[in-house]
């Protein structure tokens, strides 16, 4: 067992129930020590009729097939991410998270995406740091552009076939094509990494950190 670069309790920001387990449900579980908050922000996507309370209890069954004491799943109660301003946000996460808990890092979805919603979520990291020794770092997800750079790679080969089976969880998103076994797979492959003999990872990028 071992701890998120030392970190003691972490913020994940989720858009939509299942980004933070589709993008780094490996590194929770591998990283026992360190406490994970994931607080989906909505009920499922803008235009998404799959939106439903019952996609949060989806992401809360990701886990329990996990077997991870090391989570908590929270939900805003909020239907969609651009249902709130930026500012009614900041508020809410503030008041409801940063504020009460000791947060050493927030995780967030990438600043280069195509889901304008994950964009959304991005920019509010640095707002709810900005008074605190809180680091940010973004983790890549399935809408995660191209030209956006990782710099931190998990090696989750010993996590990823739990991953896998629990992602099963999601009902509702089966259908979709990046649930797919082939796809998964090729999500969590990664070229550079392969070289190092790391056969599946997730990938991070810092943009700051603080000891």
Not at 72 to 97: C, F, M, P, Q
Not at 124 to 148: F, G, K, Q, V
Request: with cysteine; glycine share 2%; hydrophobic share 35%.
């Amino acid at each position: 067992m071992s701890k998120f670069l030392n970190h003691d309790r972490a913020l994940c920001l989720s858009p939509h129930p299942d980004d933070v387990e589709y993008s780094m449900g490996g590194t929770i579980a591998k990283y026992s020590q360190t406490h994970f908050d994931i607080v989906c922000l909505s009920r499922g996507g803008d235009c998404d009729e799959t939106t439903a309370s019952e996609r949060i209890d989806e992401a809360a069954a990701f886990w329990e097939l996990n077997q991870c004491n090391n989570v908590a799943v929270k939900a805003t109660g909020v239907r969609h991410v651009k249902d709130l301003a930026e500012d009614l946000w900041i508020n809410l996460l503030e008041s409801n998270y940063v504020k009460v808990n000791d947060y050493d890092v927030i995780f967030t979805p990438s600043s280069s995406d195509s889901h304008f919603e994950h964009r959304i979520t991005n920019n509010l990291a640095p707002a709810l740091s900005r008074l605190d020794r809180i680091s940010i770092i973004e983790y890549c997800s399935p809408s995660t552009l191209e030209d956006w750079i990782p710099n931190l790679f998990v090696d989750i080969d010993d996590q990823f076939s739990q991953k896998l089976d629990s992602l099963q969880a999601f009902a509702s998103q089966q259908d979709r094509k990046y649930f797919t076994e082939a796809t998964v797979r090729n999500f969590n492959s990664s070229f550079r990494c392969s070289k190092r003999g790391m056969v599946y990872v997730e990938q991070f990028r810092i943009n700051q950190i603080y000891e």
